[in-house]
Nanobody
Framework: VQLQASGGGLVQAGGSLRLSCAAS????????MGWYRQAPGKQRELVAS???????NYSDSVKGRFTISRDNKKNSVVLQMNSLKPEDTAVYYC??????????????WGQGTQVTVSS
């Protein structure tokens, strides 16, 4: 499984960006997809995730500002980021989890995309 992330860039505080993560396989075969971010000197953290049934989870720091959704036609997951803050600056990564009928899950990461929010 390959994941291709896109949509990062430079934006002023209060602005918006839309990240997209396209999968090389049908996302119906992917159980969970999520966006993580890693700021310089910090650990990678979960930003938002979505299950195959559409259940979502957000970190407290982005609740009410970010929205994660699945685009089944494009086999992608989108992260709409509004009201961006300088502290949202980080490299954003998408991740996919596939749970086989038996055994442990498989995890796949996309390449990072830089998001920079200026004050």
């Amino acid at each position: 499984v390959q994941l291709q992330a896109s949509g990062g860039g430079l934006v002023q505080a209060g602005g918006s960006l839309r990240l997209s993560c396209a999968a090389s396989v049908s996302i119906f075969s992917i159980n969970n997809m999520g966006w993580y971010r890693q700021a310089p000197g910090k650990q990678r953290e979960l930003v938002a995730s979505i299950t195959s049934r559409g259940s979502t989870n957000y970190s407290d720091s982005v609740k009410g500002r970010f929205t994660i959704s699945r685009d089944n036609k494009k086999n992608s997951v989108v992260l709409q980021m509004n009201s961006l803050k300088p502290e949202d600056t980080a490299v954003y990564y998408c991740k996919a989890e596939i749970k086989p009928p038996v055994g442990a899950s498989y995890y796949y990461w996309g390449q990072g995309t830089q998001v920079t929010v200026s004050s």
